[in-house]
């Protein structure tokens, strides 16, 4: 990533040590960072809507076990 962005410095003829290049660098390693976030938060949400699956699933046997036990008395 980080010579990634150098080469696209390079194209646009701006030194990476120079303060323009120093804050397009960091810019560019918050936007990297954002992509990272949404991806998590993707994979986060998915895992909730699983649990909750999981969640309702597990309710819904024990209540059957236990209306079956209360019948059976």
Do not use: P
């Not at 949400?45 to 309702?56: G, I, P, R, S, V």
Request: charge should be negative.
């Amino acid at each position: 990533m980080v010579s990634d962005i150098k080469s696209r410095l390079r194209e646009l003829k701006i030194e990476s040590d120079s303060e323009l290049g120093k804050h397009l660098t960091k810019l560019d390693s918050v936007y990297s960072r954002i992509e990272d976030i949404q991806e998590q938060i993707v994979k986060l949400e998915k895992t909730k809507a699983q649990l909750l699956d999981d969640a309702d699933m597990m309710e819904t046997i024990i209540m059957y076990k236990f209306n079956k036990g209360e019948r059976e008395q």
